[in-house]
Protein backbone atom coordinates (compact mmCIF):
# COMPACT_ATOMS: atom_id res chain seq x y z
CA UNK A 1 0.00 0.00 0.00
CA UNK A 2 1.37 3.68 -0.97
CA UNK A 3 1.82 5.94 2.10
CA UNK A 4 1.41 9.65 2.50
CA UNK A 5 5.61 11.04 2.13
CA UNK A 6 7.63 12.41 5.39
CA UNK A 7 10.51 14.38 4.70
CA UNK A 8 12.91 11.67 5.59
CA UNK A 9 16.84 11.59 5.11
CA UNK A 10 16.72 8.29 3.46
CA UNK A 11 14.00 9.71 0.61
CA UNK A 12 15.32 10.78 -2.61
CA UNK A 13 12.13 11.72 -3.67
CA UNK A 14 11.34 15.07 -2.72
CA UNK A 15 12.62 18.41 -4.10
CA UNK A 16 12.34 21.92 -2.84
CA UNK A 17 12.47 25.75 -3.79
CA UNK A 18 14.06 28.24 -1.02
CA UNK A 19 11.37 30.01 0.70
CA UNK A 20 11.68 31.46 3.76
CA UNK A 21 8.90 31.36 6.40
CA UNK A 22 8.27 34.62 6.29
CA UNK A 23 7.28 34.72 2.87
CA UNK A 24 5.22 31.13 3.45
CA UNK A 25 3.92 29.56 6.35
CA UNK A 26 1.85 26.32 5.35
CA UNK A 27 -0.31 26.57 8.15
CA UNK A 28 -1.94 29.68 7.79
CA UNK A 29 -1.67 29.62 3.95
CA UNK A 30 -3.43 26.30 3.68
CA UNK A 31 -5.64 26.12 6.59
CA UNK A 32 -7.30 30.15 6.35
CA UNK A 33 -10.42 28.81 4.13
CA UNK A 34 -8.90 30.20 0.95
CA UNK A 35 -8.69 26.23 -0.12
CA UNK A 36 -10.51 23.01 0.81
CA UNK A 37 -8.41 20.54 -0.68
CA UNK A 38 -5.27 20.40 1.72
CA UNK A 39 -5.07 18.14 5.05
CA UNK A 40 -2.13 18.12 7.58
CA UNK A 41 -1.23 14.37 7.22
CA UNK A 42 1.34 14.07 9.16
CA UNK A 43 3.15 16.63 11.83
CA UNK A 44 3.61 19.99 9.25
CA UNK A 45 3.07 18.00 6.50
CA UNK A 46 0.02 18.49 4.09
CA UNK A 47 -1.47 16.41 1.04
CA UNK A 48 -3.55 17.65 -1.52
CA UNK A 49 -4.97 17.98 -5.00
CA UNK A 50 -3.38 20.19 -7.18
CA UNK A 51 -3.71 20.93 -11.08
CA UNK A 52 -4.39 17.48 -11.58
CA UNK A 53 -1.72 15.50 -9.33
CA UNK A 54 -1.99 14.67 -5.81
CA UNK A 55 1.47 16.73 -3.77
CA UNK A 56 2.52 16.41 -0.47
CA UNK A 57 4.84 19.68 0.99
CA UNK A 58 6.03 20.75 3.94
CA UNK A 59 8.48 23.09 4.57
CA UNK A 60 12.08 23.88 7.15
CA UNK A 61 13.42 27.78 8.20
CA UNK A 62 14.02 28.71 4.54
CA UNK A 63 13.25 26.07 2.19
CA UNK A 64 10.03 24.76 0.77
CA UNK A 65 9.53 21.34 0.28
CA UNK A 66 7.42 19.15 -2.17
CA UNK A 67 6.86 15.73 -2.92
CA UNK A 68 4.07 14.50 -6.53
CA UNK A 69 2.92 11.33 -6.47
CA UNK A 70 2.23 10.59 -10.06
CA UNK A 71 0.50 7.06 -9.85
CA UNK A 72 -0.46 4.02 -8.37
CA UNK A 73 2.13 1.08 -8.83
CA UNK A 74 1.89 -2.39 -8.16
CA UNK A 75 3.85 -5.04 -5.04
CA UNK A 76 6.30 -6.09 -8.05
CA UNK A 77 7.28 -2.41 -8.78
CA UNK A 78 7.09 -1.69 -5.48
CA UNK A 79 9.85 -4.16 -4.38
CA UNK A 80 11.81 -3.58 -7.68
CA UNK A 81 11.65 0.25 -6.66
CA UNK A 82 12.89 -0.69 -3.28
CA UNK A 83 16.01 -2.76 -4.32
CA UNK A 84 17.08 -0.18 -6.44
CA UNK A 85 17.47 2.20 -3.72
CA UNK A 86 19.00 -0.32 -1.60
CA UNK A 87 21.73 -0.79 -4.37
CA UNK A 88 22.11 2.93 -5.30
CA UNK A 89 22.97 3.19 -1.64
CA UNK A 90 25.54 0.84 -1.01
CA UNK A 91 27.53 1.98 -4.52
CA UNK A 92 27.87 5.33 -3.06
CA UNK A 93 28.59 3.93 0.60
CA UNK A 94 26.29 5.52 2.55
CA UNK A 95 23.88 2.72 3.90
CA UNK A 96 25.90 3.34 7.05
CA UNK A 97 25.29 6.86 7.40
CA UNK A 98 21.74 6.71 6.89
CA UNK A 99 20.20 3.71 7.83
CA UNK A 100 16.72 3.10 5.57
CA UNK A 101 14.02 1.26 7.39
CA UNK A 102 11.81 -0.22 4.88
CA UNK A 103 9.00 1.61 5.56
CA UNK A 104 10.79 4.52 4.75
CA UNK A 105 11.80 3.47 1.46
CA UNK A 106 8.45 2.68 0.55
CA UNK A 107 7.15 6.29 1.16
CA UNK A 108 9.34 6.93 -2.41
CA UNK A 109 7.79 4.70 -4.88
CA UNK A 110 5.12 6.75 -7.02
CA UNK A 111 7.26 9.41 -7.41
CA UNK A 112 7.74 10.83 -11.09
CA UNK A 113 10.72 11.85 -13.21
CA UNK A 114 12.03 14.99 -12.14
CA UNK A 115 9.79 17.73 -13.91
CA UNK A 116 10.55 21.55 -13.76
CA UNK A 117 7.17 22.21 -14.95
CA UNK A 118 6.24 21.19 -10.94
CA UNK A 119 8.13 24.19 -9.73
CA UNK A 120 6.42 26.06 -11.74
CA UNK A 121 3.16 25.22 -11.19
CA UNK A 122 3.93 25.34 -7.67
CA UNK A 123 5.47 29.20 -7.86
CA UNK A 124 2.53 30.13 -9.36
CA UNK A 125 -0.02 28.30 -6.90
CA UNK A 126 1.77 30.32 -3.95
CA UNK A 127 2.44 33.39 -6.44
CA UNK A 128 5.63 33.66 -5.27
CA UNK A 129 6.79 36.40 -7.52
CA UNK A 130 4.87 38.39 -4.63
CA UNK A 131 6.87 39.77 -2.03
CA UNK A 132 5.47 39.82 0.67
CA UNK A 133 7.64 40.84 3.25
CA UNK A 134 7.50 44.14 1.27
CA UNK A 135 4.05 44.48 1.67
CA UNK A 136 3.34 43.50 4.59
CA UNK A 137 6.09 46.61 5.62
CA UNK A 138 3.80 48.67 3.82
CA UNK A 139 0.64 47.69 5.15
CA UNK A 140 2.56 48.26 9.07
CA UNK A 141 3.54 51.55 7.75
CA UNK A 142 -0.36 52.94 7.63
CA UNK A 143 -1.92 50.19 9.49
CA UNK A 144 -0.89 50.34 13.83
CA UNK A 145 -3.55 47.19 13.70
CA UNK A 146 -2.41 45.47 10.89
CA UNK A 147 1.14 45.77 12.31
CA UNK A 148 0.20 44.48 15.32
CA UNK A 149 -0.96 41.39 13.99
CA UNK A 150 1.93 40.53 11.37
CA UNK A 151 4.33 39.80 13.98
CA UNK A 152 2.80 36.46 14.21
CA UNK A 153 0.86 36.09 11.38
CA UNK A 154 3.51 36.19 8.87
CA UNK A 155 3.59 34.60 5.50
CA UNK A 156 -0.14 33.90 4.83
CA UNK A 157 -0.20 34.42 0.87
CA UNK A 158 -2.83 34.18 -1.55
CA UNK A 159 -3.47 31.48 -3.53
CA UNK A 160 -3.77 31.44 -6.92
CA UNK A 161 -6.26 28.85 -7.74
CA UNK A 162 -8.09 26.99 -10.89
CA UNK A 163 -11.29 28.99 -11.35
CA UNK A 164 -13.25 26.57 -11.60
CA UNK A 165 -12.60 24.83 -8.63
CA UNK A 166 -12.24 28.13 -6.75
CA UNK A 167 -15.90 29.56 -7.98
CA UNK A 168 -17.22 25.86 -7.21
CA UNK A 169 -15.78 25.38 -4.26
CA UNK A 170 -17.24 28.95 -2.89
CA UNK A 171 -20.72 28.52 -4.21
CA UNK A 172 -20.92 25.69 -1.26
CA UNK A 173 -19.87 28.40 1.28
CA UNK A 174 -22.86 29.46 1.22
CA UNK A 175 -23.80 29.68 4.74
CA UNK A 176 -21.11 27.63 5.88
CA UNK A 177 -18.31 27.17 7.89
CA UNK A 178 -14.44 25.39 6.78
CA UNK A 179 -15.09 22.30 8.06
CA UNK A 180 -18.20 21.38 6.59
CA UNK A 181 -17.12 22.92 3.09
CA UNK A 182 -14.03 20.49 2.98
CA UNK A 183 -16.14 17.84 3.25
CA UNK A 184 -18.87 19.07 0.71
CA UNK A 185 -15.87 19.52 -1.79
CA UNK A 186 -14.17 15.97 -0.84
CA UNK A 187 -17.90 14.51 -1.25
CA UNK A 188 -18.44 16.32 -4.73
CA UNK A 189 -14.64 15.30 -6.16
CA UNK A 190 -15.70 11.09 -4.65
CA UNK A 191 -18.49 11.65 -6.50
CA UNK A 192 -17.58 12.95 -9.92
CA UNK A 193 -13.69 13.74 -10.16
CA UNK A 194 -11.15 11.63 -11.65
CA UNK A 195 -9.10 8.91 -9.26
CA UNK A 196 -5.74 10.42 -8.92
CA UNK A 197 -4.04 7.83 -5.97
CA UNK A 198 -4.72 5.89 -2.71
CA UNK A 199 -2.25 6.56 0.19
CA UNK A 200 -2.75 4.94 3.76
CA UNK A 201 -6.66 4.38 2.59
CA UNK A 202 -7.33 7.55 1.33
CA UNK A 203 -8.48 8.18 -1.98
CA UNK A 204 -7.11 11.26 -3.88
CA UNK A 205 -9.83 12.39 -6.69
CA UNK A 206 -9.38 15.49 -8.72
CA UNK A 207 -11.30 18.55 -9.09
CA UNK A 208 -14.57 17.58 -11.56
CA UNK A 209 -14.49 19.22 -14.66
CA UNK A 210 -17.49 21.53 -15.83
CA UNK A 211 -19.27 19.10 -18.05
CA UNK A 212 -19.44 16.79 -15.13
CA UNK A 213 -21.47 19.28 -13.45
CA UNK A 214 -23.93 19.82 -16.53
CA UNK A 215 -26.06 17.17 -16.34
CA UNK A 216 -29.92 17.62 -14.98
CA UNK A 217 -29.44 14.31 -12.40
CA UNK A 218 -26.29 15.97 -10.83
CA UNK A 219 -28.49 18.13 -8.78
CA UNK A 220 -30.55 15.47 -7.04
CA UNK A 221 -27.02 12.94 -6.73
CA UNK A 222 -25.81 16.59 -4.82
CA UNK A 223 -28.89 16.91 -2.50
CA UNK A 224 -28.06 13.14 -1.52
CA UNK A 225 -24.95 13.78 -0.58
CA UNK A 226 -26.12 17.20 1.93
CA UNK A 227 -25.60 20.13 -0.59
CA UNK A 228 -28.98 21.13 0.04
CA UNK A 229 -30.03 24.35 -2.01
CA UNK A 230 -26.15 24.69 -3.50
CA UNK A 231 -26.78 21.82 -5.34
CA UNK A 232 -29.19 23.51 -8.22
CA UNK A 233 -26.99 26.55 -8.10
CA UNK A 234 -23.78 24.10 -8.65
CA UNK A 235 -25.56 22.18 -11.70
CA UNK A 236 -26.94 25.58 -13.18
CA UNK A 237 -23.80 28.07 -13.22
CA UNK A 238 -22.10 24.86 -14.54
CA UNK A 239 -24.67 24.57 -17.19
CA UNK A 240 -24.57 28.26 -18.02
CA UNK A 241 -21.16 28.35 -18.31
CA UNK A 242 -20.50 25.57 -20.83
CA UNK A 243 -23.99 26.56 -23.17
CA UNK A 244 -23.72 30.14 -22.76
CA UNK A 245 -19.91 31.26 -22.23
CA UNK A 246 -17.92 28.37 -23.04
CA UNK A 247 -15.18 26.36 -20.69
CA UNK A 248 -12.47 28.98 -20.75
CA UNK A 249 -14.70 31.54 -20.20
CA UNK A 250 -13.81 31.96 -16.36
CA UNK A 251 -10.11 31.85 -17.29
CA UNK A 252 -10.44 34.51 -19.39
CA UNK A 253 -11.88 36.43 -16.86
CA UNK A 254 -8.46 36.97 -15.17
CA UNK A 255 -7.80 39.60 -18.28
CA UNK A 256 -10.84 41.65 -17.42
CA UNK A 257 -11.22 44.66 -15.10
CA UNK A 258 -12.05 43.51 -11.54
CA UNK A 259 -15.17 45.78 -11.37
CA UNK A 260 -16.28 44.17 -14.62
CA UNK A 261 -15.10 40.30 -13.90
CA UNK A 262 -17.29 40.47 -10.38
CA UNK A 263 -20.21 41.85 -12.25
CA UNK A 264 -20.30 38.55 -14.82
CA UNK A 265 -19.72 36.16 -12.02
CA UNK A 266 -22.71 37.28 -9.83
CA UNK A 267 -24.60 36.40 -13.39
CA UNK A 268 -24.50 32.90 -12.17
CA UNK A 269 -26.44 31.24 -9.72
CA UNK A 270 -25.66 30.68 -6.14
CA UNK A 271 -22.75 34.23 -6.80
CA UNK A 272 -23.26 37.26 -4.93
CA UNK A 273 -20.87 39.70 -3.75
CA UNK A 274 -18.81 38.00 -1.29
CA UNK A 275 -18.59 34.69 -3.51
CA UNK A 276 -17.65 36.71 -6.53
CA UNK A 277 -14.87 38.32 -4.66
CA UNK A 278 -13.56 35.39 -3.46
CA UNK A 279 -13.25 33.84 -6.38
CA UNK A 280 -11.96 37.29 -8.37
CA UNK A 281 -9.43 37.69 -5.35
CA UNK A 282 -7.81 33.89 -5.30
CA UNK A 283 -8.25 32.79 -8.76
CA UNK A 284 -8.78 35.67 -10.87
CA UNK A 285 -5.60 38.02 -9.99
CA UNK A 286 -7.97 40.69 -8.77
CA UNK A 287 -5.71 41.53 -5.63
CA UNK A 288 -8.04 44.92 -4.83
CA UNK A 289 -11.29 42.28 -4.51
CA UNK A 290 -12.05 42.55 -0.80
CA UNK A 291 -14.73 39.51 0.24
CA UNK A 292 -16.74 40.98 2.88
CA UNK A 293 -18.92 38.27 5.37
CA UNK A 294 -20.14 39.49 8.90
CA UNK A 295 -16.87 37.86 10.21
CA UNK A 296 -15.10 41.11 9.09
CA UNK A 297 -17.56 43.86 9.16
CA UNK A 298 -17.00 42.91 13.35
CA UNK A 299 -13.30 43.19 12.48
CA UNK A 300 -14.08 46.65 10.63
CA UNK A 301 -16.08 47.69 13.52
CA UNK A 302 -14.08 46.34 16.24
CA UNK A 303 -10.25 47.06 15.51
CA UNK A 304 -11.05 49.67 13.18
CA UNK A 305 -14.11 51.65 14.31
CA UNK A 306 -15.72 51.62 11.59
CA UNK A 307 -19.51 53.21 11.60
CA UNK A 308 -21.31 52.92 8.77
CA UNK A 309 -24.17 50.44 8.95
CA UNK A 310 -23.65 49.88 12.67
CA UNK A 311 -27.07 50.01 13.84
CA UNK A 312 -28.11 47.48 11.08
CA UNK A 313 -28.68 43.80 11.88
CA UNK A 314 -27.60 42.80 8.26
CA UNK A 315 -24.90 43.24 5.78
CA UNK A 316 -26.14 45.08 3.13
CA UNK A 317 -24.97 46.43 0.01
CA UNK A 318 -24.57 49.53 0.29
CA UNK A 319 -22.08 48.64 3.97
CA UNK A 320 -20.61 45.73 1.88
CA UNK A 321 -19.43 48.29 -0.53
CA UNK A 322 -18.07 51.20 1.86
CA UNK A 323 -16.33 48.58 4.02
CA UNK A 324 -14.56 47.56 0.70
CA UNK A 325 -13.92 50.94 -0.24
CA UNK A 326 -12.46 51.94 3.48
CA UNK A 327 -9.71 48.68 3.33
CA UNK A 328 -9.29 49.67 -0.34
CA UNK A 329 -8.08 53.24 0.40
CA UNK A 330 -5.84 52.36 3.75
CA UNK A 331 -3.79 48.97 2.34
CA UNK A 332 -3.67 49.96 -1.31
CA UNK A 333 -3.77 47.68 -4.20
CA UNK A 334 -2.90 44.65 -2.73
CA UNK A 335 -5.65 45.04 -0.15
CA UNK A 336 -7.02 41.35 -0.68
CA UNK A 337 -4.10 40.18 0.75
CA UNK A 338 -3.87 42.25 3.36
CA UNK A 339 -7.99 41.07 4.40
CA UNK A 340 -6.82 37.98 4.12
CA UNK A 341 -4.05 38.29 7.23
CA UNK A 342 -6.47 39.56 9.57
CA UNK A 343 -9.33 37.31 8.16
CA UNK A 344 -6.89 34.41 9.30
CA UNK A 345 -5.42 35.93 12.46
CA UNK A 346 -9.40 36.38 13.59
CA UNK A 347 -10.16 32.20 13.19
CA UNK A 348 -11.02 30.64 16.39
CA UNK A 349 -8.41 27.26 15.22
CA UNK A 350 -5.83 29.86 15.41
CA UNK A 351 -6.57 31.46 18.64
CA UNK A 352 -3.45 30.25 20.61
CA UNK A 353 -1.42 31.92 18.43
CA UNK A 354 -3.04 35.29 18.57
CA UNK A 355 -2.74 34.56 22.52
CA UNK A 356 1.26 35.31 21.72
CA UNK A 357 0.55 38.78 20.50
CA UNK A 358 1.59 41.19 23.36
CA UNK A 359 -0.91 43.58 24.20
CA UNK A 360 -0.55 46.97 22.78
CA UNK A 361 -1.64 49.60 25.18
CA UNK A 362 -2.82 52.80 23.04
CA UNK A 363 -1.06 55.99 24.19
CA UNK A 364 -4.51 58.17 24.04
CA UNK A 365 -5.73 55.32 26.34
CA UNK A 366 -2.97 55.40 28.61
CA UNK A 367 -2.69 58.84 29.11
CA UNK A 368 -6.48 59.17 29.75
CA UNK A 369 -6.52 56.48 32.36
CA UNK A 370 -3.27 58.35 34.10
CA UNK A 371 -5.46 62.24 33.74
CA UNK A 372 -8.42 60.27 35.02
CA UNK A 373 -6.38 58.87 38.37
CA UNK A 374 -4.29 61.71 38.82
CA UNK A 375 -8.23 63.56 39.24
CA UNK A 376 -9.22 60.99 41.06
CA UNK A 377 -5.81 61.70 43.17
CA UNK A 378 -6.29 65.73 43.36
CA UNK A 379 -10.31 64.72 44.26
CA UNK A 380 -8.85 62.65 47.64
CA UNK A 381 -6.13 65.30 48.64
CA UNK A 382 -9.16 67.95 48.80
CA UNK A 383 -11.04 65.56 50.46
CA UNK A 384 -8.59 65.13 53.12
CA UNK A 385 -7.74 68.43 53.61
CA UNK A 386 -11.83 69.28 53.82
CA UNK A 387 -11.94 66.70 56.45
CA UNK A 388 -9.02 67.55 58.49
CA UNK A 389 -10.16 71.57 58.44
CA UNK A 390 -13.81 70.37 59.24
CA UNK A 391 -12.26 68.62 62.07
CA UNK A 392 -10.48 71.18 63.60
CA UNK A 393 -13.27 74.06 63.31
CA UNK A 394 -14.65 72.40 66.59
CA UNK A 395 -11.39 72.99 68.56
CA UNK A 396 -11.00 76.25 67.17
CA UNK A 397 -14.47 77.64 68.54
CA UNK A 398 -14.26 75.89 71.90
CA UNK A 399 -10.54 78.12 72.27
CA UNK A 400 -12.33 81.00 71.52
CA UNK A 401 -15.59 80.48 73.87
Given at each position: ????????????????????????????????????????????????VMQGKVWTLTQ???????????????????????????????????????????????????????DNKEEELLRDY???????????????????????????????????????????????????????????????????????????????????????????????????????????FLQQSSQIIVN??????????????????????????????????????????????????????????????????????????????????????????????????????????????????????????????????????????????????????????????
Open positions: MSQHALLLAGCKAWRSLSCPRSELRLDLTLGCGQTFRWRETADGHWTGTEDTLWYYVYSHQINTGTENRMKQKVENEDQLLGNMSKRKIKQEEVGLCIVMSEPFQLGVKLGDLYRDWSTVDPHFKHTANIFTGVRLLRQDPVECLFSFICSSNNHISRIQGMVDRLCQTLGTLLCKLDDVAYHDFPPLQALTDPSVEMCLRDLGFGYRARSHGPDWLQSLRSAPYRQARNALRTLPGVGLKVADCVCLMSLDKFEALPVDTHVWQIAKRDYSFAAGSSQKTLTDRVYKEIGDFFRKLWGPYAGWAHSVLFCADLKRFQKLKEEIPVVKDEKTELKKKMKERRHDTYEEKQSKKGKKYQRKPLARRQKQ
